[in-house]
């Protein structure tokens, strides 16, 4: 079983910055890749940010500049360094990986239960 806990979220103002964590644990052979997704109320869930193991990066264009992801191999942990928020970044934010669970095969998606993010404006 693996399982992913964010942690960081909460009510900010317009402007405000905000660090997401999301730690993976349980049977882990190896990660792929970690990122965040969210979803706004009546809107379908979008990638935001996601960092490969070998540390290349992949941002929506909506936060590039203000978003920065970041990764801790070793405690499996992934964060989510958000600067000059907006209201429009209110959301769930939910953490995925994609990782192998033992060696071989393809790796699986796992997800977090999602973190509540909103901005005040």
């Known amino acids: 079983q693996v399982q992913l806990v964010e942690s960081g979220g909460g009510l900010v103002q317009a402007g405000d910055a905000l660090r997401l964590s999301c730690a993976a644990s349980g049977i882990i052979f190896s990660i792929k890749a970690m990122g965040w997704y969210r979803q706004a109320p009546g809107k379908e869930r979008e990638l935001v940010a996601a960092i490969i193991s070998g540390g290349s990066t992949n941002y929506a264009d909506s936060v590039k500049g203000r978003f920065t992801i970041s990764r801790d191999n070793a405690k499996n942990t992934v964060y989510l360094e958000m600067n000059s928020l907006k209201p429009e970044d209110t959301a769930v934010y939910y953490c995925?990986?994609?990782?192998?669970?033992?060696?071989?095969?393809?790796?699986?998606?796992?997800w977090g239960k999602g973190t509540l993010v909103t901005v005040s404006s």
């Open positions: 995925n990986a994609n990782l192998w669970a033992r060696l071989g095969g393809r790796p699986t998606d796992y």
